[in-house]
């Protein structure tokens, strides 16, 4: 891995790309035009908070995203952020897209991250057959897929394809998609909509309720091989998709901006939840019959003032990793295998220190915080459900980063899946 320089935080040490083919594109002018829209798609974004804000306890109550978010969603670009150009995309810098999310966690924790993961899955489209983008985005660049990646239902060989069966869990934001994605271990299956019988009952839970996380059950389905994403094609830069996609934004990993979209919303979520701490602390009287203001606790200020630093910390970082990241990939340059596996360790770990700075602070929230309807209680509860995630296992990630300092040996590299090729590429 080479020597390890503690004091190298100002860039991300790089190599030349190993993808064989050469960009189609300029990387200059394309990363001009990439940040011009970012910039415009932040400021969209920002219009459209107060109303996805407004439409949270509707999302909590129904067990969904509002629709009314969705569409407020859709207006501002967020389901056409990953869309390839030619399919009337943005391609925006992940940055940008990341930003975006993280202003709409504050408003509604469950439609930022539902945001993040329905779009997270066109980048994965973007790298498969081009007859699968044709008829994944026909009817627009908003088309959207939901996903369950864990490789629970079963799939068999047959002539042209596999025949899906079985259930498959946790599909965040079904209602709101067109597709879904289904993990099968090595490789993972895009699927109609029309294919799948959603369980709307499957889905009863204490945080994140928005998100609509529900069981997918498809019966002896037909999924023909060009609606196969293989993993083991995006470990060796073999994605059919980049033969008409062949310009920065995908050559980035699917991987890497899948595990980095959950840290968006955590971040989000956390801010919007320190945001309210705030505004009600600057009401609120300490009661135990002193009749003080509750900003007046100097326990609070240097618990608040941490949990401020922790948060703003995170999201400078995650965003700045994800600049450097998009940067090097306009220059045809791509992160060292070390810089991979921090980055991977730095978004995961983004989750689990916004969930331990909002435990901080909560001691402080005050009786009322508990109450139902209260966005404190609501952004805990969320937090809290977040820090499951498998993309927030930070231990796992911290092990696989300083394990490659000391070149120790990784996963094997025999099984190519979704948690291989999330380390490995």
Same mark, same amino acid.
């Given at each position: 891995?080479?020597?390890?320089?503690?004091?190298?935080?100002?860039?991300?040490?790089?190599?030349?790309?190993?993808?064989?083919?050469?960009?189609?594109?300029?990387?200059?002018?394309?990363?001009?035009?990439?940040?011009?829209?970012?910039?415009?798609?932040?400021?969209?974004?920002?219009?459209?908070?107060?109303?996805?804000?407004?439409?949270?306890?509707?999302?909590?109550?129904?067990?969904?995203?509002?629709?009314?978010?969705?569409?407020?969603?859709?207006?501002?670009?967020?389901?056409?952020?990953?869309?390839?150009?030619?399919?009337?995309?943005?391609?925006?810098?992940?940055?940008?897209? #990341?930003?975006?999310?993280?202003?709409?966690?504050? @408003?509604?924790? =469950?439609? !930022?991250? /539902? %945001?993040?993961?329905?779009? &997270?899955?066109?980048?994965?489209?973007?790298?498969?057959?081009?007859?699968?983008?044709?008829? #994944?985005?026909?009817?627009?660049?908003?088309?959207? @897929?939901?996903? =369950?990646? !864990?490789? /629970? %239902?079963?799939?068999?060989? &047959?002539?042209?394809?596999?025949?899906?069966?079985?259930?498959?869990?946790?599909?965040?934001?079904?209602?709101?998609?067109?597709?879904?994605?289904?993990?099968?271990?090595?490789?993972?299956?895009?699927?109609?909509?029309?294919? &799948?019988?959603?369980?709307?009952?499957?889905?009863?839970?204490?945080?994140?309720?928005?998100?609509?996380?529900?069981?997918?059950?498809?019966?002896?389905?037909?999924?023909?091989?060009?609606?196969?994403?293989?993993?083991?094609?995006?470990?060796?830069?073999?994605?059919?998709?980049?033969?008409?996609?062949?310009?920065?934004?995908?050559?980035?990993?699917?991987?890497?901006?899948?595990?980095?979209?959950?840290?968006?919303?955590?971040?989000?979520?956390?801010?919007?939840?320190?945001?309210?701490?705030?505004?009600?602390?600057?009401?609120?009287?300490?009661?135990?019959?002193?009749?003080?203001?509750?900003?007046?606790?100097?326990?609070?200020?240097?618990?608040?003032?941490?949990?401020?630093?922790?948060?703003?910390?995170?999201?400078?970082?995650?965003?700045?990793?994800?600049?450097?990241?998009?940067?090097?990939?306009?220059?045809?340059?791509?992160?060292?295998?070390?810089?991979?596996?921090?980055?991977?360790?730095?978004?995961?770990?983004?989750?689990?220190?916004?969930?331990?700075?909002?435990?901080?602070?909560?001691?402080?929230?005050?009786?009322?915080?508990?109450?139902?309807?209260?966005?404190?209680?609501?952004?805990?509860?969320?937090?809290?459900?977040?820090?499951?995630?498998?993309?927030?296992?930070?231990?796992?990630?911290?092990?696989?980063?300083?394990?490659?300092?000391?070149?120790?040996?990784?996963?094997?590299?025999?099984?190519?899946?979704?948690?291989?090729?999330?380390?490995?590429?």
């Amino acid at each position: 891995m080479g020597t390890f320089d503690i004091f190298a935080t100002a860039s991300i040490a790089s190599r030349k790309s190993t993808n064989p083919l050469p960009l189609d594109v300029d990387g200059t002018a394309y990363r001009e035009r990439a940040l011009a829209a970012g910039a415009e798609f932040v400021a969209n974004v920002e219009k459209v908070v107060p109303l996805i804000n407004a439409h949270r306890a509707e999302s909590e109550r129904i067990g969904r995203v509002a629709n009314a978010s969705v569409a407020a969603m859709k207006e501002v670009g967020v389901f056409r952020a990953l869309t390839p150009l030619q399919f009337g995309g943005l391609e925006l810098p992940p940055a940008a897209f #990341f930003d975006g999310i993280m202003r709409i966690g504050a @408003a509604d924790p =469950s439609a !930022a991250w /539902i %945001g993040g993961q329905l779009t &997270v899955h066109s980048f994965e489209v973007a790298l498969m057959d081009e007859r699968m983008q044709k008829e #994944f985005w026909a009817n627009g660049p908003d088309t959207v @897929a939901s996903s =369950s990646y !864990a490789p /629970i %239902g079963k799939a068999r060989v &047959v002539e042209g394809g596999y025949i899906l069966d079985g259930t498959w869990t946790f599909s965040s934001g079904v209602d709101h998609a067109e597709w879904v994605v289904l993990g099968g271990g090595d490789r993972n299956y895009v699927v109609p909509l029309s294919d &799948v019988t959603i369980d709307h009952e499957s889905w009863d839970v204490s945080g994140l309720r928005g998100t609509g996380s529900k069981a997918v059950t498809l019966r002896e389905v037909f999924v023909p091989e060009y609606r196969v994403h293989k993993l083991a094609d995006t470990l060796n830069d073999a994605d059919a998709g980049l033969v008409i996609n062949n310009r920065p934004l995908f050559r980035l990993s699917f991987s890497a901006m899948f595990n980095s979209t959950m840290s968006n919303a955590a971040i989000g979520m956390t801010m919007g939840g320190l945001q309210e701490f705030i505004e009600q602390t600057r009401v609120r009287l300490g009661r135990q019959g002193t009749g003080t203001a509750s900003s007046a606790n100097p326990f609070m200020q240097v618990r608040l003032a941490q949990a401020l630093t922790k948060v703003k910390g995170v999201r400078q970082r995650h965003l700045e990793n994800w600049r450097m990241l998009f940067d090097l990939a306009c220059r045809e340059e791509e992160p060292t295998q070390m810089e991979k596996l921090r980055v991977r360790y730095e978004a995961s770990d983004a989750a689990g220190t916004c969930f331990e700075a909002f435990a901080d602070i909560w001691p402080h929230a005050g009786a009322a915080a508990i109450k139902e309807g209260n966005p404190m209680q609501n952004a805990f509860r969320d937090l809290m459900a977040m820090r499951n995630h498998g993309s927030a296992g930070r231990e796992a990630a911290a092990c696989q980063y300083i394990g490659s300092m000391f070149d120790q040996p990784g996963p094997s590299q025999s099984k190519v899946d979704m948690a291989m090729v999330s380390y490995y590429k």
